[in-house]
């Protein structure tokens, strides 16, 4: 059952080089969510984990801070997994964790994963974690003490989403969730959201989870197995990245850049846009992400606008901006329809942004890194932003920064102790010539 869940999907299918540093995946019984859980461990089968920790609430013991179990090894059936014995230790000295074997008897939040675990890392050992009572720093200190030890450690957050509410009311409270997951306002999150709050809180406060991307793979309910629409259960399975991580797999780069191409000749021939079906396109164009648009004809740009933050659904933003830096650029005049097969479509993808920290403006440009930095700069009520894409342009990081002061409405020469700088990355990809 398991490896079919796991093949029911291939969402998991990331760029070159990419891959999760944790995923959130449901913990109910398989015929409700495995699928879904099949989908969050397939996003991690190219990786090469030395040790899994897995963190999950406990739904039976009620106790203070995070348990570890006295056993080494999680007996199934038909294989064993072995408990990571150094890092157990090392969290029990440094007094982040303890031992408590009630908070892992019949515990199915961790149970429920290591079928998956064993199937794609059999030679991963666990870091089995029962969240009791616990703030969410403490979580995210456990997460980032064990992120130091290597570079070898996949966090897997285990939860399921609304619990026991009518079909319409979990559907509206688990897009909820998503929103704030996939925003990074994992402050908002409660209980009522997730059961497992404190592991997915915690690992987006933390140094090793803060500015992560998140990629949506998939969303359900029980009630499409049961048919029960009067008490349900939501899940969810996400991937999430890290900042300069490339997340949108090819095919759905394309499916992007041809919504965007489908919006301008929707436009040109009605006069007005697409009314865009969320649920008609793949469930990681759903999530919630920021994106900006550039149009170009013979190289030249013929418009650009996009979105700094993340507020609603990829492929909604992106026919959005598409439509915008279209027709609503005010450096330019909107496109003609003989314009429209010379226009080639460029999609940049940001990553969540976060504030630069600098003693002055020297410390901040020898902070910058070129070709990969996008910045957004305010002071005084103005505000502008250079894309990474810049950098083509302007290699030199102090003369990037003065322009970029230039296109917020300042003087070139401007600084102030109230400037402020955030940072992000962008992953883009362009129609072909």
């Not at 703030?135 to 957050?157: G, H, N, P, R």
């Not at 929707?266 to 994106?291: C, I, M």
């Not at 003609?336 to 990553?351: N, P």
Request: charge should be negative.
């Amino acid at each position: 059952m398991v490896e079919d869940c796991i093949a029911q999907t291939g969402t998991g299918q990331q760029p070159h080089g990419s891959g999760p540093r944790a995923v959130i995946s449901p913990h109910a019984g398989y015929a409700y969510s495995g699928w879904l859980a099949g989908a969050a461990w397939r996003a991690t089968a190219g990786l090469r984990p030395r040790r899994v920790v897995i963190l999950s609430p406990s739904h039976r013991h009620g106790f203070d801070g995070i348990a570890l179990p006295s056993a080494d090894t999680f007996s199934m059936p038909g294989f064993d997994v072995p408990v990571d014995q150094a890092a157990r230790q090392a969290l029990e000295n440094a007094g982040l964790a303890h031992i408590e074997d009630a908070a892992h008897d019949r515990e199915h939040g961790i149970e429920t994963q290591l079928p998956f675990l064993h199937s794609l890392h059999p030679k991963a050992e666990i870091v089995p974690l029962a969240i009791g009572r616990a703030a969410t720093d403490k979580v995210a200190q456990v997460i980032d003490f064990i992120s130091e030890m290597d570079d070898l450690t996949l966090f897997v957050l285990s939860s399921d989403l609304s619990h026991f509410l009518t079909l319409g009311a979990a559907r509206t409270h688990d897009l909820e969730t998503a929103k704030l997951i996939e925003t990074g306002q994992h402050d908002r999150l409660t209980p009522a959201h997730a059961c497992g709050v404190r592991a997915v809180a915690g690992y987006m406060a933390s140094r090793q989870g803060r500015g992560a991307r998140v990629l949506r793979l998939a969303m359900a309910n029980s009630y499409d197995r049961s048919g029960d629409a009067s008490r349900t259960v939501g899940y969810g399975a996400w991937a999430l990245f890290g900042t300069e991580d490339e997340i949108i797999p090819n095919p759905h780069r394309t499916e992007l850049l041809n919504a965007a191409r489908e919006a301008l000749q929707v436009r040109l021939r009605r006069g007005y846009g697409p009314e865009t079906d969320d649920k008609s396109f793949a469930a990681p164009l759903q999530g919630h992400a920021a994106s900006f648009v550039t149009l170009t004809i013979d190289r030249r740009l013929r418009g650009c606008i996009g979105s700094l933050r993340a507020h609603q659904p990829l492929i909604r933003d992106v026919i959005e901006n598409t439509l915008k830096s279209g027709f609503n650029d005010p450096r330019f005049q909107p496109v003609t329809q003989a314009e429209l097969d010379r226009i080639r479509i460029k999609v940049a993808v940001l990553s969540p942004s976060r504030e630069m920290r600098f003693s002055d403006q020297d410390d901040l440009v020898s902070q910058l890194e070129p070709g990969k930095d996008g910045l957004i700069l305010s002071d005084k009520g103005r505000r502008g932003t250079f894309l990474p894409m810049v950098w083509d342009s302007l290699p030199e990081p102090r003369v990037f920064l003065d322009h970029l002061k230039v296109k917020a409405g300042l003087p070139r020469d401007h600084w102030s102790d109230s400037v402020t700088v955030h940072r992000y990355r962008a992953e883009s990809f362009a129609e072909t010539d």
